[in-house]
């Protein structure tokens, strides 16, 4: 038999190759009888019955919850796709509808319409590849189809909230172990962290288990010190969980679970659902929000009422970055204003001020003046050294 009487193609490339039904009909190109294997797919096409089917076994034995979701497909199978290439040649075939193409647009339909899932190219909740090669995939369930293989990757889940920390020396992100650097040793338990809490590992402690999510990266609206309480009704921040397999889940639960389990050291509020964007407006927010602290100044001489009105009137603030975070921070000089400063005598030494000033402005080196890296400053104005010796955050505010 020449070559030419074994190059048949089956009804799913004809219809593809030839979308106009009037060149389909006066084609000359045989179709394939029973039997016979496509000259272009392999009859790969002719199986999306069971490559659904082996889509949503996997779905099953991961047991991973999604709403939308984007098709991908990977050919690795080098005969067919030299066979593609050919037939392409001598049927003149110059579209973009290929194998590839074809399937996933295919499967995508399946599972969209048989799973009532929603296809979504910008932001799908999941990415559901196939992949195809020459040999057979171990353990295949559907030997028609042992050749194609799929892989679910999830797309991570944003949860916004606000935290209040309410117990001091805990940290809000992973802070890694002094001695080991994060590889674990004996000062930190093997555990490669400085601190056993933070509100990150707080929070994550329960997300994790609840979404079935791998990994969690915080993005809070700035960060408090660690000797630094947040009060008020908390911090912004969003907790991004990398590959979740569950994202229908109840927050009203996990809100509770998280308060209940975390000992009064931190408490969560205001949960919901957000996307990606949502990071940059809350960690660029700095400059644009305004907060309000309560600090405790002690000073190393006694307080007057003259050093409280000029407290008091402090206003707009140079400060050079300062010297305890040089190490990660531009060295600059930012200038930020201060809409209200209010003064209470707490005894001849100490006063408790209570501060609403503009985003990103380091309190204690207010008070300090931190070797002159801040003008004008508590110690600077009223030539009495002064130090923060207790700091809590009231408020943080952002634009929504």
Same mark, same amino acid.
């Given at each position: 038999?020449?070559?030419?009487?074994?190059?048949?193609?089956?009804?799913?490339?004809?219809? +593809?190759?030839?979308?106009?039904?009037?060149?389909? +009909?006066?084609?000359?190109?045989?179709?394939?009888?029973?039997?016979?294997?496509?000259?272009?797919?392999?009859?790969?096409?002719?199986?999306?019955?069971?490559?659904?089917?082996?889509?949503?076994?996997?779905?099953?034995?991961?047991?991973?919850?999604?709403?939308?979701?984007?098709?991908?497909?990977?050919?690795?199978?080098?005969?067919?796709?030299?066979?593609?290439?050919?037939?392409?040649?001598?049927?003149?075939?110059?579209?973009?509808?290929?194998?590839?193409?074809?399937?996933?647009?295919?499967?995508?339909?399946?599972?969209?319409?048989?799973?009532?899932?929603?296809? &979504?190219?910008?932001?799908?909740?999941?990415?559901?590849?196939?992949?195809?090669?020459?040999?057979?995939?171990?353990?295949?369930?559907?030997?028609?189809?042992?050749?194609?293989?799929?892989?679910?990757?999830?797309?991570?889940?944003?949860?916004?909230?606000?935290?209040?920390?309410?117990? +001091?020396?805990?940290?809000?992100?992973?802070?890694?172990?002094?001695?080991?650097?994060?590889?674990?040793? &004996?000062?930190?338990?093997?555990?490669?962290?400085?601190?056993?809490?933070?509100?990150?590992?707080?929070?994550?402690?329960?997300?994790?288990?609840?979404?079935?999510?791998?990994?969690?990266?915080?993005?809070?609206?700035?960060?408090?010190?660690?000797?630094?309480?947040?009060?008020?009704?908390?911090?912004?921040?969003?907790?991004?969980?990398?590959?979740?397999?569950?994202?229908?889940?109840?927050?009203?639960?996990?809100?509770?679970?998280?308060?209940?389990?975390?000992?009064?050291?931190?408490?969560?509020?205001?949960?919901?659902?957000?996307?990606?964007?949502?990071?940059?407006?809350?960690?660029?927010?700095?400059?644009?929000?305004?907060?309000?602290?309560?600090?405790?100044?002690?000073?190393?001489?006694?307080?007057?009422?003259?050093?409280?009105?000029?407290?008091?009137?402090?206003?707009?603030?140079?400060?050079?970055?300062?010297?305890?975070?040089?190490?990660?921070?531009?060295?600059?000089?930012?200038?930020?204003?201060?809409?209200?400063?209010?003064?209470?005598?707490?005894?001849?030494?100490?006063?408790?001020?209570?501060?609403?000033?503009?985003?990103?402005?380091?309190?204690?080196?207010?008070?300090?003046?931190?070797?002159?890296?801040?003008?004008?400053?508590?110690?600077?104005?009223?030539?009495?050294?002064?130090?923060?010796?207790?700091?809590?955050?009231?408020?943080?505010?952002?634009?929504?």
């Amino acid at each position: 038999m020449k070559e030419e009487d074994d190059f048949a193609i089956c009804h799913k490339c004809r219809s +593809r190759i030839y979308k106009n039904p009037e060149k389909r +009909r006066s084609a000359d190109v045989r179709l394939i009888r029973d039997n016979e294997h496509c000259s272009i797919c392999n009859n790969l096409l002719l199986m999306e019955d069971a490559i659904f089917a082996l889509v949503k076994h996997k779905i099953r034995i991961l047991d991973v919850d999604f709403d939308s979701f984007i098709m991908a497909c990977q050919i690795n199978s080098k005969k067919l796709l030299k066979q593609e290439k050919k037939a392409y040649k001598r049927l003149k075939y110059n579209g973009r509808d290929d194998i590839n193409h074809h399937l996933k647009r295919d499967i995508g339909v399946l599972i969209a319409k048989k799973m009532n899932k929603k296809i &979504e190219f910008q932001h799908p909740d999941v990415v559901i590849m196939l992949k195809i090669k020459d040999s057979p995939f171990n353990n295949s369930p559907y030997p028609e189809v042992s050749n194609v293989n799929v892989f679910i990757d999830t797309n991570p889940l944003f949860i916004e909230g606000k935290y209040r920390k309410m117990m +001091r020396g805990i940290p809000q992100t992973k802070w890694p172990c002094s001695h080991c650097k994060g590889r674990g040793c &004996e000062e930190c338990n093997n555990t490669g962290q400085q601190y056993q809490d933070t509100v990150e590992g707080l929070i994550a402690g329960q997300v994790l288990p609840m979404t079935k999510g791998n990994d969690t990266k915080f993005h809070g609206s700035g960060r408090e010190d660690i000797d630094v309480l947040m009060l008020g009704d908390g911090r912004p921040f969003v907790m991004e969980v990398k590959h979740p397999f569950r994202r229908n889940i109840d927050l009203k639960f996990l809100r509770r679970l998280i308060n209940s389990h975390c000992d009064g050291k931190i408490e969560v509020n205001d949960l919901k659902f957000t996307d990606r964007e949502r990071i940059g407006s809350i960690k660029n927010s700095s400059t644009e929000s305004y907060k309000i602290y309560r600090a405790i100044a002690t000073f190393d001489r006694g307080v007057t009422s003259e050093d409280i009105r000029k407290i008091e009137n402090l206003h707009i603030i140079n400060q050079r970055t300062p010297i305890r975070v040089q190490r990660r921070r531009a060295d600059l000089v930012r200038t930020r204003s201060i809409d209200k400063i209010e003064a209470e005598r707490i005894d001849s030494k100490n006063i408790i001020l209570t501060i609403k000033c503009q985003g990103g402005l380091y309190i204690k080196e207010l008070i300090s003046g931190d070797d002159g890296r801040t003008i004008p400053s508590v110690s600077g104005i009223t030539n009495k050294k002064a130090i923060c010796s207790q700091l809590d955050v009231l408020k943080v505010h952002i634009p929504e």
